[in-house]
């Protein structure tokens, strides 16, 4: 019943942008951090990005940090990740993911919920 479903995945050449979004349903997600983490085959799951609904605080991974913006509309329960100035480095399956702690973490086993994951492709 709870899910979290991943779009705006595709393909784009290098500078280009793609705005990624996740669609919770089930439940309220208001008082859980949202994050957006990718992985590649072979390598283990990368944090990129999370945001807190109550006061919209945002922390992001180094490598895109400048790059890429991640908000969220509180009502239609959804989460974006808006992503700029893409590189071919950038490419893998973005997974949208959620948990209810309060302190930030980029540990992937602290998330609760995960979406299927949506591929983007960064052309060179």
């Known amino acids: 019943q709870v899910r979290l479903v991943e779009s705006g995945g595709g393909l784009v050449q290098a500078g280009g942008s793609l705005r990624l979004s996740c669609a919770a349903s089930g439940r309220s997600f208001s008082r859980y951090r949202m994050a957006w983490f990718r992985q590649a085959p072979g390598q283990e799951r990368e944090f990129v990005a999370a945001i807190t609904w109550s006061g919209g605080s945002t922390r992001y991974a180094d490598s895109v940090k400048g790059r890429f913006t991640v908000s969220g509309d509180n009502a239609k329960n959804t989460v974006y990740l808006q992503m700029n100035s893409l590189k071919p480095e950038d490419t893998t399956v973005y997974y949208c993911?959620?948990?209810?702690?309060?302190?930030?973490?980029?540990?992937?086993?602290?998330?609760?919920?995960w979406g299927q994951g949506t591929q983007v492709t960064v052309s060179s």
């Open positions: 993911a959620a948990t209810p702690r309060v302190t930030f973490t980029a540990t992937p086993n602290a998330y609760d919920y």
